[in-house]
């Protein structure tokens, strides 16, 4: 397993794409099992993000779902997306895995990924968060943008 590889060069974190197809097509067994796998070689030290593909899913109620999966399954950060996909990070998806992270028994990161390239775009990610987990609650150990393309834009202003 990839994930065995990196934990042992020395991976903090290491990304698992949820299976996103498996969940749409009704086996949550499928996702279940991969994200046990997975959770079960990283150490609980290190953080295991969980990618739900969210532009992938095509509703709320799945995005609600991957990332109660995720969290019920060792999650320590639930992410909007790889960033390789048509659609990934959108207020509305964000609002939904607060929603999630706010039910959780423990505490949960969250971060928006892909296409975030305006800082307009970063604003309303974080106000998304803030609505429901309350303004202050976003820190850089709870709330990380996945924007590369953000930069250029921060430098700017």
Do not use: C
Request: aromatic content about 2%; proline content about 4%; glycine content about 8%.
């Amino acid at each position: 397993m990839i994930a065995d590889r990196v934990i042992g060069d020395g991976a903090d974190e290491v990304d698992l794409v949820l299976p996103y197809r498996s969940l749409r097509a009704g086996d949550h067994e499928q996702v279940s099992a991969v994200l046990d796998a997975v959770r079960a070689v990283v150490p609980a030290e290190r953080h295991l993000k969980v990618i739900l593909e969210t532009g992938e899913l095509g509703n709320s109620a799945l995005v609600g779902r991957a990332a109660r999966l995720a969290i019920d399954h060792g999650a320590d950060f639930v992410k909007t997306s790889t960033g390789k996909t048509s659609v990934s990070a959108t207020p509305e998806a964000v609002t939904v895995m607060a929603h999630e992270v706010a039910s959780a028994s423990r505490p949960i990161g969250i971060k928006p990924s892909g296409g975030i390239r305006t800082l307009d775009d970063a604003a309303a990610l974080l106000h998304a968060v803030e609505a429901v987990l309350g303004v202050g609650w976003a820190t850089p150990a709870s709330f990380r943008l996945g924007a590369s393309s953000l930069l250029d834009a921060l430098l700017a202003e």
